[in-house]
């Protein structure tokens, strides 16, 4: 069974609950990994995006690497079976404890984000009696057409060490001998639907590269993040995202020296589509004003993205569908449970006629989904089903 689908003389189980489509996610992993074979791309996998084992086995098993932001990720990851050589660690804020432990299992590289993390890496990994390899993450001041809130690659952005900053850590990384230089990593972005801004940070690569190649610094690795949007609005049109178009506007701008190997990091892109919220619906109501509300058993809890970003998730009434009788629509604003006044969905959408009791799926929710669940108004963690049943 692909998408969720309510088979008649079956009982739906308990709601809310996330449902992942396991073949969709297998055949994302694998157009994915295709297309950036036909460059020598690498791509690590974002886990922060969604850390379900059984997703994780299956991004692990399709040859992706780790790209962590937490010590705590870089645990998970390494507890899911990914190389620690595989293993990238990002983030504005890393403890020492987490650096620490990092350093202990042996991770690729740490994509620091000030000078000052540079130090404080340099001085834990002497404590280990290590070098650690390092890639700069320098903010590109690249401006991409996407939510403020996921937009990270802008001058007043606290990621990254700000271009005018590199002849600072370019200096200081001479002073430290733990610390060996392997490379520039950039991030400027979450879903981005328009390839020219992918365009322009490759060029803007291309620049910031030069600079430290005339400085003599070799440059044996790029990364360039992730970003790439999914097709929220529509998703059965683009169930797998332009992966093709991706790879092959770095492939156009992005310039590659001899020996050097490009890294990608993809979370959204590789897990959204896969997965959806399934809800149903507790009470319909009429406002004063003549709008109608249906109330649904998932809320913010189980998927803040629309009450944090204004994101739009595609809704549908499962339930609706599958009658025999078509229902008549109307504008419906769809709502969650919880004392929060942010907790909608979706406002005064096109809406079948929905009652008490129907099925819901709000779609595209395999990425910053279940990741970014809570426990507010003391609620559970809802569970997750797999397309295979299992
Ligand atoms: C969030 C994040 C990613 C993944 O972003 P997506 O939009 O989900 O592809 C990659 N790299 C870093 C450093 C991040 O913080």
């Not at 204004?310 to 009788?325: F, G, K, P, V, Y």
Request: proline letters at 5%.
């Amino acid at each position: 069974m692909p998408k969720y689908t309510i088979v008649p003389g079956t009982e739906v189980p308990q709601t809310p609950f996330y449902y992942y489509d396991l073949d969709l996610l297998r055949r994302t992993l694998k157009t994915a990994a295709d297309e950036a074979g036909k460059y020598g791309y690498r791509i690590h996998y974002a886990l922060k995006a969604n850390v379900e084992p059984r997703i994780l086995a299956e991004i692990q098993r399709a040859g992706l690497g780790a790209d962590c932001v937490s010590g705590y990720e870089v645990r998970c990851a390494v507890e899911n079976g990914f190389a620690p050589q595989q293993i990238v660690f990002a983030g504005v804020g890393k403890s020492d404890r987490e650096i620490e432990y990092a350093i202990r299992a042996g991770i690729f590289a740490f994509n620091c984000e000030s000078l000052q993390e540079l130090e404080v890496i340099d001085e834990l990994a002497a404590k280990q009696g290590k070098v650690v390899n390092a890639a700069l993450r320098i903010n590109p001041n690249v401006q991409p057409d996407t939510h403020k809130y996921i937009s990270t690659g802008q001058s007043e952005s606290k990621f990254g060490i700000s271009y005018t900053e590199v002849d600072a850590a370019l200096a200081k990384l001479h002073e430290l001998e733990h610390i060996r230089i392997v490379g520039l990593h950039f991030h400027i972005g979450s879903q981005i639907r328009k390839m020219e801004s992918f365009a322009e940070l490759a060029r803007r690569v291309n620049e910031i590269a030069e600079w430290f190649e005339s400085k003599g610094v070799e440059l044996k690795h790029l990364n360039m993040g992730g970003g790439l949007g999914i097709d929220y609005g529509d998703p059965d049109a683009e169930p797998v995202p332009d992966f093709a178009g991706y790879f092959r506007t770095f492939r156009d701008n992005l310039r590659v020296r001899e020996g050097q190997t490009v890294h990608f990091e993809l979370g959204r892109s590789i897990v959204a589509q896969c997965g959806e919220l399934i809800t149903r619906v507790l009470y319909t109501k009429t406002t004063a004003g003549g709008a109608h509300f249906a109330i649904t058993d998932a809320g913010m809890t189980e998927l803040i993205r629309p009450a944090l970003y204004s994101a739009h998730h595609r809704i549908e009434n499962l339930t609706a569908e599958a009658d025999r009788q078509p229902r008549p629509t109307g504008l419906y604003s769809i709502a969650g449970p919880i004392c929060e006044s942010s907790d909608v969905f979706a406002r005064d959408i096109e809406f079948p006629e929905s009652r008490r009791g129907d099925v819901l799926s709000i779609r595209s929710t395999g990425a910053y989904g279940s990741i970014m669940a809570s426990n507010y108004n003391m609620r559970p963690i809802a569970p997750s089903l797999f397309s295979d049943g299992e």
